[in-house]
């Protein structure tokens, strides 16, 4: 396990996060968010003992943290009786696609970190022999396949524990719609910090 400066706060936050929704979870036999406990250790323990190799940004990993702890809130706060992820942020479209929810702003923060993620690991081998346009068709798609992913898991999630409330159709076109839009932004994201930098360097 490798932490570097400033890196150790993330790491009491992320803890202290998931000791407090495990908590609460546990308490309302809530399994369905116990299993994406289970699954933000996974990712913690693996960003941990691959930290030195990869040398992830304090950036990323504060990202990652707020990702985690928007989505234990989703699932662990109510107002109103109605978890917060059902929290309806801006009426943009009503029946049956609910737009703009808490859910959605989620998964575009989520998978907008991702993406970047995702940039960090690959770009030392890719931006040396392609442009722009091809780096970040992958680099997207990347982002959003680990936003599919994450559907996977949601349904899995189904399977094992069927009152989970997590949608049926529209909900998991309109995640991957959103983990599409959030994944897209973050390449907007990188071209301009990547060109800001360059523009300095000149």
Known sequence: MHLKKGQLLVFIVN???LLIFAFVFAKRKNYEFMIYIGV???FLV???YTNKKVNYPNGILWGLTLWSLLHMSGGGIYL???KLYALMIY???GEPYLIFKFDQFVHIVGFFVATLVVYHLIKPKLIKNHGWIALSIVVVMAGFGLGALNEVVEFIA???TPETGVGG???TALDLVSNLIGAILAMVYIYIKEKAIKARIK
Do not use: H, M, S
Request: proline share 5%; hydrophobic share 60%.
């Open 15 to 17: 803890i202290a996060a």
């Open 40 to 42: 933000i250790i996974f």
């Open 46 to 48: 693996l960003i941990l």
């Open 80 to 82: 109103n009786g109605r």
């Open 91 to 93: 009426p943009l479209v």
């Open 158 to 160: 189904t399977v094992i």
């Open 169 to 171: 159709y529209e909900n």
